[in-house]
């Protein structure tokens, strides 16, 4: 247990962004409202950004469309946001109607500096795209003797100090990808579809972000969990939120309810706020954005590994 230099409170250090080293002088933080303090906001920004894994081991929970509108909806708002697709489908890519010279397969297997392989997508909007090429890059990096889940964070972490917010789109699997992507991120976001297999996803994603803790060092925090595909009219649907509610309360989001026009979004090349800017799907959308802003921006989300042993306890 350490000392916070700036409330006094004692915690145990775990992030990266707990401890500065102004001059020969070691600070520590016990959360990121400290280190504002105590750095200064600005000085803090130009430090760290928050960075954010959209994840779900399951396939068809509108994961590429959260982490896509969620992006571009924060980017929108003023903030510089970087979105990573580590999916060798390539859709965020797809969705935004960008291809990139290079990708993310680049910066793993080549090497290629960050600055040379982000396309600017929007206004405040970056993206680093990826291809069938990044299959090759998951051989790649089983190969390595050693630090095979930490190639993304050492090559990815310090170029996204110009970024306020990175968000990465993870694949349907647990594979070294999405561990690289686990390692570089702070939290995760994840979307579970309103059907009979709701909890079960939920709980694989659990236990993976606890084995990851556990086996690989790297504690990320839980956002929230995103109930998407809602339907009201189903009791079906129902009944998914409610026992999502039961198991995560607070740290459980408003649905996205089932809407035809983020399905159509992508077809066109669009967020849904640039496509359908007044469709239920664009203010749920906006409704998970200004809770992921606003009120979770002090890293209030508990540890994965405390997560896990509540539902553990419960039963789930």
Known sequence: MVECSVCGGRFSAQFAYQVAVVGQEKRLFCQLECRKKGLGVEAFRSRRARRLAVLNQKGGTGKTTTAVNLAAGIAERGHEVL???????????????????????????????????VVPVRSHLDVICSDR??????????????????VLAERLGPATRKYQYVVIDCGPSLSLLNQNALRLADEVLIPVSCDYLALVGVKQVMRTLKDIDKHLGHSVRLTGVVPTFYDGRTKLSQEA?????????ERLFDPIRRNTKLAEAPSHRQTIFEYAPDSHGAEDYHKLIDRFVDQLAKYTAPPVARVAAELAGRGA
């Open 83 to 117: 979105l990573v697709d580590t999916d060798a489908q390539g859709n965020v890519g797809t969705s935004l109607g960008v291809v990139g010279e290079k990708t993310l397969y680049h910066v793993l297997v080549e090497g290629a500096q960050v600055e040379d392989v």
């Open 133 to 150: 090429m990044l299959a090759t890059a998951e051989v790649w990096l089983a190969r390595l003797d050693s630090g095979r889940d930490r």
């Open 241 to 249: 939120v409610e026992t999502l509610r039961g198991h995560f309360k």
